[in-house]
């Protein structure tokens, strides 16, 4: 498995992501998104609160 397969092979809480992003020394990088292993790359406009079927709440990165 890649080290990108690793890292994203679960789920993370808000805390988490924001914690590896504080790893980051330039904190002014534009955030990207991607889901096909980095190949096409999209950035990150907006973010949501959404609630799934059962009312659960859960983050959602708009591009």
């Given amino acids: 498995m890649t080290i990108q397969g690793e890292w994203g092979a679960k789920e ?4 988490q992501v924001i914690e590896e992003l504080k790893t980051f020394e330039d904190q002014e990088m534009i955030v ?18 959404e609630f799934d079927k059962n009312d659960k709440a859960y983050c959602t990165l708009f591009i």
Avoid: A, F, H, N
């Fill in 32 to 49: 990207m998104i991607s889901d096909d292993c980095g190949e096409t790359l999209k950035p990150v406009k907006l973010l949501g609160k």
């Fill in 12 to 15: 993370k809480s808000i805390s």
